[in-house]
């Protein structure tokens, strides 16, 4: 038999997919997804999309694929608003939100996805990329998340759509809790939202806002394309993964989906790790 390696004849099959996205479990609902112009934040608000919700498409720098969401979306049927803010800047933040309470009256679920990589050797990380991976991936996940509480607060629950006041998704890593060499920064921004997400979801959980944290591993997005275009670095990374599969963007939006919905009404939090395996050390497969 013809080996392959990407176990893509094994993903949910076609038919399944569109049924499962005919349960419209976010109608009435706005989300505010982060650094949604490509990868998983593009494949996350497109789900979110098509789960019924308005949705504020986050983008940095990449205007035209951000507008290629908004319309994806609206194709879809629901409303869309692609909005230019750096997460790391306060005042872009604050602007945003007060574009999206514009448009769609308020922010239900926010999802803070928006994340960057400047790799190096430790000795040579210099304080420019240790302090452009901290300010984009926790500085502006909590500025967005304070955004969202904020709204969540002053709006409270609308049990038309949503026995919660507010969901807030941040978009970690496994690399949360996998130590990741010459990745300090990467690894130590991930690792401070696991405890900014706990810390806060323990804060406000009494105010019925939901917060809790989606863990990918290796996912098919442009972070991280030296990890698998070549079939060498792929059989390598097939090393790190008991699953023996590249994970797919649409894998996360689906999981996105479900964490926002009142489904998981009672998971408070949490990070759901969606990673074939990759945290499971996978060196013991065949050691210890
Ligand atoms: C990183 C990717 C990496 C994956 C698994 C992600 O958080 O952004 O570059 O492939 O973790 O190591």
Redesign the pocket.
Known sequence: MEKRNDYAHLRLPEPVVPALQTLVLLKGQTALVTGASSGIGRAIAVALGRAGANVVVNYSSKAGEAEAVADEIRGSGQRALAVKADVADEAQVQAMFAAAVREFGTVDILVSNAGI?KNAPFHEMTTAQWDRVLNVNLRGAFLCAREAVREFLRRGVRPEVSVAAGKIIFIS???EVIPWAGHVNYAASKGGMMLLMKSLAQEVAEQRIRVNSIA???IRTP??TA?WETPQAHAELMKLVPYKRIGEAEEIGRAAVWLASDFTDYVVGTTLTIDGG?TLYPGFEAGG
């Open positions: 990589e890593s496994v690399h990918p591993g290796a972070i991280n990890a990759m």
